[in-house]
């Protein structure tokens, strides 16, 4: 059976990083993957979406609106944006992180403030992480990613390979233990 994950944040999250730390894994543990991304204005703030098939056979690595098993969202307004591939009986995990989007900074827009709530009131299964939180008191906020990629795998329950191996070999090396130590705290908020 084939599993849809679609990752969502902002430019400069490391959102396209943690797919390729997620891919490297799942194909060592057997798994066929495909992979896709969408940069947005990334470079400006934009949007950064990963779409992520794996099983024992992909064919192709899009996936449509109502068909992901999981979101992850770097950004919880991202969180809501993504809300349309969510399958029914899906799940979502989220960080609390907030990043003001360019219409809401120039107060063209508002940004949404109930999304945890919108969220958990239209999807069951939702799993909020202070990911950002986190990863600021180790030291380096930019390790929010791996942070989210430690829970994404505690919640798909993908033991069986050497996650911080994966990790150590793809993160710059000056930032290899602090993101070991976001890993951990990752599995252990999911």
């Known amino acids: 059976m084939t599993k849809n994950i679609i990752l969502v944040g902002v430019g400069g999250q490391g959102t396209i990083l943690t797919t390729k730390v997620l891919s490297k894994g799942l194909v060592e543990l057997g798994y066929d993957v495909k ?55 899906g799940a979502i995990i989220t960080d609390v992180r907030e990043i003001l989007p360019m219409p809401v900074l120039t107060g063209e827009e508002e940004y949404p403030e109930d999304c945890l709530k919108d969220l958990k009131q239209t999807v069951g299964d939702v799993i909020v992480v202070k990911a950002a939180e986190k990863a600021e008191e180790l030291g380096n906020v930019k390790c929010q990613n791996i942070c989210l990629l430690g829970a994404l795998i505690k919640k798909l329950g993908l033991d069986g390979v050497d996650w911080k191996a994966i990790i150590k070999d793809t993160v710059p090396a000056k930032v290899v233990d602090v993101n070991l130590k976001a890993y951990d705290a990752g599995r252990e908020m999911a």
Do not use: C, W
């Open 35 to 89: 992979m896709s991304e969408i940069h947005g204005m990334s470079q400006r703030g934009g949007t950064v979406t990963t779409q992520l098939r794996y099983g024992e056979k992909v064919y192709a690595p899009n996936i449509g609106e109502h068909e992901a098993d999981l979101v992850v969202a770097f950004e919880k307004m991202e969180a809501l944006r993504a809300l349309p591939y969510l399958k029914k009986g």
